[in-house]
């Protein structure tokens, strides 16, 4: 029975490596989101290039003697080793690729922009894990975007928002009739048919937003940075709201952090 004994104990502890090794994953990943676990973890949720969003604890970044806890803060870029959980993976290692949080941080407009966007991603990964890869590619674009200025923060966030869309599946059309696909340009507005329609299509009561305010949603879809940069404040305004309304009926809900924005 000694022996026996001895035998299975030590089955067991060559196993238990063999078992945490095939656990454990590495990707690239974005920081949505975190909460506190505890006196000193944290609870992230993470969109990865690879694996879509994952929600994992980090432990013990809450300390100031915390190896990466720095690399775990919203907005920012890692290369992370992780273990896979029954509920919660664990995150065992983080190496910065994109410390953007830091700048977006230190600016209002566009840390509200940025929340805007990650809040976003995390809506449209947490039902659609087929475009994780997709998504997460642009979401990092636009944070580096935002964090070194490139263009307004506002239509840094449209753009991202309309894009993200299209790569979940609900592109908008800025000129043929969304609905029967006649040729446009055309004048009225209808986020439940998805985009511009015609005459016919139109359903009572749709907006008819300016020529400019189209042309500038055309322009931050398909990444049209000189039309849109040289666009006037009022129909950025105008393209917003259209954009937030778009936004809101294809996601079945309000996003919180969009009402913190600053609109010029």
């Excluded at 008819?208 to 049209?224: I, K, Q, R």
Aim: with cysteine.
């Amino acid at each position: 029975m000694a022996a026996f004994h001895s035998k299975t104990v030590r089955r067991l502890t060559v196993a238990q490596p063999s078992s945490f090794a095939a656990r454990a994953y590495r990707d690239d990943a974005v920081v949505l989101r975190t909460h506190k676990l505890g006196e000193a973890d944290r609870i992230i949720t993470l969109l990865t290039k690879h694996h879509g969003q994952v929600r994992a604890v980090a432990k013990g970044v809450r300390r100031t003697s915390s190896r990466f806890g720095a690399r775990l803060e919203p907005f920012m870029v890692a290369d992370l080793q992780l273990i896979s959980g029954r509920s919660l993976d664990i995150v065992t290692q983080a190496v910065a690729k994109g410390a953007y949080g830091s700048n977006i941080a230190a600016d209002y407009g566009r840390y509200t922009v940025a929340a805007a966007m990650t809040e976003t991603a995390e809506k449209l990964t947490d039902v659609d894990g087929e475009s994780g890869t997709a998504q997460y590619n642009l979401l990092v674009g636009a944070l580096a975007s935002l964090s070194r200025g490139d263009h307004t923060p506002e239509l840094i966030l449209d753009s991202y928002l309309l894009r993200a869309l299209s790569t979940g599946g609900w592109a908008p059309s800025f000129t043929d009739c969304a609905r029967c696909g006649a040729p446009g340009p055309h004048t009225a507005f209808s986020a439940p048919l998805g985009g511009m329609v015609c005459a016919e299509c139109r359903p009572p009561g749709s907006p008819a937003p300016a020529a400019e305010t189209v042309l500038l949603l055309g322009a931050l879809l398909t990444g049209d940075w000189t039309t849109a940069d040289a666009s006037a404040p009022v129909h950025r305004r105008e393209s917003a709201g259209l954009v937030s309304a778009y936004l809101q009926w294809h996601l079945e809900r309000v996003l919180k952090s969009l009402k913190h924005v600053e609109r010029t």
